[in-house]
């Protein structure tokens, strides 16, 4: 059974940052290609970014490029979103969701495990 906890979530200022953690146990991190989704309240769950198990390649939804990152470290089993230049638009509850292909994933539908989620708030 794998375990996913994400962390880090908060109310912040527009303009500040957060960095968003992700737990991995059960498994070592080190087989997954791990995703970060975001829900708003009203809105469809959507593709925030990626990173591929192997070759940590990422991808991210234009709506964030330049001011997220993603990045893990498969020694602590953890996977960070770094968000920067926090937008009143980021509002959503922030999700990670794991799958143990090699290759990035933007469906949610392509994930087997997933978090409980972190609510991030940006305030304008």
Same mark, same amino acid.
């Not at 996913?4 to 957060?18: D, I, K, N, T, W």
């Not at 997954?32 to 925030?48: D, I, L, M, N, S």
């Not at 980021?90 to 994933?105: F, I, K, M, P």
């Given at each position: 059974?794998?375990?996913? #906890?994400?962390?880090?979530? *908060? ?6 940052? %957060? ?18 989704? /975001?829900? &708003?309240?009203? @809105?469809?769950?959507?593709?925030? *970014?990626?990173?591929? /198990? ?6 991210? &939804?234009? =709506? ?7 990045? /893990?470290?498969?020694? @602590?089993?953890? #996977?960070?979103?770094?968000?920067? =230049? %926090? @937008? ?9 969701? &794991?799958?143990?292909?090699?290759? %990035?994933?933007?469906? *949610? =539908? ?15």
């Amino acid at each position: 059974q794998v375990l996913l #906890v994400e962390s880090g979530g *908060g109310l912040v200022q527009a303009g500040y940052s %957060l960095r968003l953690s992700c737990a991995v146990s059960g498994r070592a991190l080190a087989i997954y290609t791990v995703g970060w989704f /975001r829900q &708003a309240p009203g @809105k469809e769950r959507e593709f925030v *970014g990626a990173i591929t /198990r192997l070759t940590y390649n990422t991808n991210y &939804a234009d =709506s964030v490029k330049g001011r997220f990152t993603i990045s /893990r470290d498969n020694a @602590k089993n953890t #996977v960070y979103l770094q968000m920067n =230049s %926090l @937008k009143p638009e980021d509002t959503a509850v922030y999700y990670c969701a &794991a799958r143990q292909s090699y290759e %990035l994933g933007f469906s *949610g =539908s392509s994930y087997d495990y997933w978090g409980q989620g972190t609510q991030v708030t940006v305030s304008s």
